[in-house]
């Protein structure tokens, strides 16, 4: 990163995420919490630098993230690769638990 | 779905663009149905006296964004589907599919991202197709290109005329004036007979100056049927001087808001950017009055750049759209439920459950006058 200057309040939030003595509390917050799980709370910040913007709850997103293929690399990407991905789901809110990861191996 | 903010610093001189105004016609009432697809795939006609689903029209294919456009007579809905890539025309009194396009080939994969419209006289559908060349060692991708339909081609309809585009094109709409409005970086407007294009309202090539940012524009969902106009918003700020300090700059809601009847345009910083809005409709009885959805229904009046009402949503919803007497609000897109919203307090007065998630798909009011 420090061949890359930060040219807006994001970035500078992204920068400031990144700072060593702060790793450990963004590996806490890395766990499951929408569908942008790898991703949170660094680039997944709302324009005011905070949380409360995104969608809510992540079920009422989940899909809008997939079908556009929006977050390619937290959900599947049902426009292309995997549109079979919500098959038998057709409310996430109620069965978000029976949509499964994606194992290239099938298992 | 989260908002792509391009934050671009550019040095930019000169002056803003022409501020035209345009005007919003009240649709006078007649028979009105609230469109939108669930999934798996089911079009929804919602009779919008009673609130409730007259008939749900299955789709064919897999679940493909739920765009979806209405025939000037308000009988006929497209609705893009298939993984984004096939168009049917469905009668929205019978569900019988009146119309099909597959854009895709077994050499050639073409996505629509939400780009459907039909002409104002109801004979030709329009689509912005972005096509992907499948060679057997790579994929090539190709320049998208505004496709022409003839809608009574009916089932199997091919392109009749083709025109180079923009990438990035999301919603269009068509015009009195022959012509399909393309919001993209910036939002432009195509000829459909010759092809040629012009600027409509500049945005990702604004020229206002340095102490304006370049606005961060996003248009996914279709609506602006009941003020014959199509809105493409935008956020930018204002600074104080060339330190560019984004704590002490004013920050706007803009709207490039396009006349349907003369293709022009208002470009406007109208609203505080106060929290995040999706999709933003036009008040058929007030073009001041706009009202907008995401995690919170909103009204605001921008004669006076003022947030009117805020009301907070259980959940996200992307979309929204408004009866033609202004009275009722429907706010969708997102989950299976439909909120209904009295337009002048906000206050809920009725839901519509749906079978499944309206994810992307567009919310549209088709209009019988029969």
């Known amino acids: 990163m420090k061949h890359l200057k930060s ?3 994001k970035a500078h939030l992204i920068n400031q995420a990144i700072n060593p003595e702060q790793v450990e509390e963004v590996v806490a917050m890395q766990t499951v919490v929408g569908c942008t799980a790898t991703t949170d709370p660094g680039w997944e910040l709302d324009p005011f630098g905070g949380l409360g913007s995104l969608c809510q709850p992540m079920e009422s997103d989940l899909y809008g993230c997939a079908d556009a293929c929006w977050w390619p690399a937290q959900v599947p ?6 549109p079979d991905w919500g098959n038998g789901v057709a409310k996430a809110d109620e069965d978000w638990r029976k949509l499964d990861g994606i194992f290239e191996d099938g298992e | 779905m989260k908002l792509n903010r391009l934050f671009k610093q550019h040095s930019i001189k000169g002056l803003a663009a022409a501020l035209l105004c345009a005007s919003a016609l009240p649709v006078s009432a007649a028979q009105e149905y609230l469109l939108t697809v669930t999934r798996p795939g089911h079009l929804h006609v919602i009779d919008m006296k009673t609130n409730e689903v007259e008939r749900s029209c299955d789709i064919p294919g897999k679940f493909g964004s ?24 469905f009668d929205i009194r019978s569900c019988q599919i009146v119309f099909h396009a597959a854009q895709s080939s077994a050499s050639e994969r073409v996505k629509s991202f939400q780009s459907l419209t039909v002409s104002r006289d109801g004979t030709e559908l329009y689509t912005v197709q972005n096509p992907t060349r499948l060679l057997s060692d790579r994929y090539e991708i190709l320049e998208p290109r505004l496709a022409v339909y003839r809608i009574a081609d009916g089932l199997g309809a091919q392109p009749v005329r083709t025109f180079p585009v923009d990438r990035r094109i999301t919603k269009i709409a068509a015009t009195d004036t022959g012509e399909v409005i393309l919001g993209g970086g910036d939002v432009k407007a195509i000829n459909t007979q010759t092809g040629d294009v012009r600027m409509v309202a500049a945005l990702q090539n604004w020229d206002r100056g340095p102490l304006w940012l370049p606005p961060d524009a996003f248009a996914m969902h279709s609506q602006g049927e009941q003020a014959n106009e199509y809105i493409m918003p935008y956020v930018t700020a204002r ?8 704590e002490t700059a004013e920050w706007w809601w803009g709207l490039s808001r396009v006349d349907l009847s003369t293709g022009e ?13 999706f999709n933003f409709i036009t008040d058929p009885r007030d073009s001041n009055i706009l009202y907008g959805s995401f995690n919170t229904l909103s009204k605001h009046d921008i004669s006076t750049q003022e947030t009117l009402i805020v009301k907070e949503m259980p959940h996200t919803y992307y979309n929204l759209n408004i009866s033609g007497d202004g009275s ?3 706010v969708g897109g997102t989950s299976s439920d439909i909120s209904i919203h009295d337009s002048e307090t906000l206050e809920k007065i009725g839901a519509i459950h749906l079978s499944g998630d309206m994810t992307t ?8 006058r029969e």
Do not use: C, H, Q
């Open chain 1, 7 to 9: 040219m807006n309040k």
């Open chain 1, 77 to 82: 990407d049902t426009m292309s690769t995997y």
């Open chain 2, 66 to 89: 739920g765009a979806i456009t209405v025939s000037p007579d308000g009988k006929t809905a497209f609705v893009l589907s298939n993984i984004w890539e096939d168009v049917y025309g």
């Open chain 2, 239 to 246: 600074f104080s001087d060339e330190e560019w300090d984004f």
């Open chain 2, 265 to 277: 345009a208002e470009l406007i910083e109208a609203i505080p950017f106060e929290f995040i809005v």
């Open chain 2, 328 to 330: 009722t609000i429907y």
């Open chain 2, 361 to 368: 798909s567009d919310l549209r009011v088709a209009t019988i």
